[in-house]
T-cell receptor, first 109, second 112 residues
């Protein structure tokens, strides 16, 4: 079966750095997405990786290793507004998105 | 641009009732999707459409129906509501199949 694993919850301190991991087993691979979802709101797009390596976008970076079935989202200089759930989603060989359950990130002052 | 507009935001149904969740987008996207989100689980695809007049089942289509008569609109119909359909529903659209999704604001549905 197809599976996406990510930690259920993480806690970090304002101003620090946090890394949210995502491992996947899917039928084929056509890219990996990260979305941010604040409580009670819709997911919003953060990043897309289809080739191995690091993609940097401001305070957020996303890394992909296709051979290891692994990605991480790196958030730097954490702010209180970064408190949210972070969803990892992989596009399989049929271009269907398989979603992880999300990682709830709690930022403490 | 309004993006993806989804209504209603909240709804309570009795078992056996029917309702339609409305979704419209003004970005001229061909691809539209309906997802449900349950606590502790990833988003599950209910139905999707790759263009006007074309719809297809996703992972969890039972109990739902859709139509796509125009590029802009993609309503989701629940015919005989059941408690198992209590969930948060999201409509989404994208320009193509491997592009990022734009989501509507969601509908919190309770079936009692």
């Amino acid at each position: 079966g197809q599976n996406i694993d990510q930690p259920t919850e993480m806690t970090a301190t304002e101003g620090a750095i946090v890394q949210i991991n995502c491992t996947y087993q899917t039928s084929g691979f056509n890219g990996l997405f990260w979305y941010q979802q604040h409580a009670g709101e819709a997911p919003t797009f953060l990043s897309y990786n289809v080739l191995d390596g690091l993609e940097e976008k401001g305070r957020f970076s996303s890394f992909l290793s296709r051979s290891k079935g692994y990605s991480y989202l790196l958030l730097k200089e954490l702010q209180m507004k970064d408190s949210a759930s972070y969803l990892c989603a992989v596009m399989d060989s049929n271009y269907q998105l398989i979603w992880g359950a999300g990682t709830k990130l709690i930022i403490k002052p | 641009n309004a993006g993806v507009t989804q209504t209603p935001k909240f709804r309570i149904l009795k078992i056996g009732q029917s309702m339609t969740l409305q979704c419209t987008q003004d970005m001229n996207h061909n691809y539209m999707y309906w997802y449900r989100q349950d606590p502790g689980m990833g988003l599950k695809l209910i139905y999707y459409s790759v263009g006007a007049g074309i719809t297809d089942k996703g992972e969890v289509p039972n109990g739902y129906n859709v139509s796509r008569s125009t590029t802009e609109d993609f309503p989701l119909r629940l015919e005989l509501a059941a408690p198992s359909q209590t969930s948060v529903y999201f409509c989404a659209s994208s320009y193509s199949e491997n592009e990022k999704l734009f989501f509507g604001s969601g509908t919190q549905l309770s079936v009692l």
